[in-house]
């Protein structure tokens, strides 16, 4: 769950400090941010279901939570390369299929780890891990941008979801040895 909420703590920005990355830096109107935005909500509701059934009993669950993890870091880092709109859409897609492939796996993953007595405690660790992540997401990024500007939130924001996609590697190859 430690690794849930980094990368919580990253995506969550896609709330508020991108949003104003966009605005300030890249000088989108509001009107066009709303379409960027709206793009990832479009996505999931014509992909994610298909993406999660075709992808399902594939592979281990936690291979998507890997991959996930590292998509949503390079999605970041992409912003971090040009501030082309080109790469503004791509790198939304990206985040967008890192959202799709981490969160329904995520959440498998702690309900087939649990049973009838401790399913309430994984659900309250998992809702409070992304939880965190919402009230410090926002914080923690402007902070960084403020401090140090948004390239250097967006190489740490990298950093951080490959730790914790190196996180759930290892847990991946744990598992395996049980």
């Known amino acids: 769950m430690f690794y849930v909420f980094l990368v919580g703590l990253c995506f969550f920005q896609m ?3 991108i949003p104003v990355y ?3 830096e890249i000088h989108l109107s509001k009107k066009t941010i709303g379409l ?3 793009m990832n909500g479009i996505m999931i509701a014509l992909i994610e279901m298909v993406l999660v059934y075709k992808l ?3 592979r281990n669950p936690v291979f998507y939570l890997v991959a996930g993890a590292a998509m949503i870091g390079a999605s970041f880092l992409m912003l971090d390369l040009s501030t082309a709109f080109a790469m503004v859409l791509a790198s939304m897609v ?3 299929f890192g959202e799709m492939l981490l969160f329904p796996f995520m959440n498998n993953f702690w309900v087939k780890r649990s049973n009838e007595r401790n399913r309430g405690q994984y659900a309250a660790v998992y809702t409070m891990s992304f939880s965190l992540a919402i009230v410090l997401a926002p914080t923690f ?3 960084v941008a403020t401090h140090f500007g948004f390239p250097v939130l967006w190489v740490v ?3 951080i979801c490959s730790f914790a996609a190196a996180g759930f590697f ?3 190859k744990q598992m395996s040895h049980e």
Do not use: W
């Open 94 to 96: 990206v985040i967008t």
């Open 141 to 143: 990024s402007s902070q």
């Open 157 to 159: 924001n990298f950093f």
């Open 22 to 24: 966009y605005e300030d």
């Open 15 to 17: 709330f508020s400090t």
């Open 170 to 172: 290892l847990l991946q």
């Open 36 to 38: 960027v935005l709206a």
């Open 56 to 58: 399902e009993h594939k």
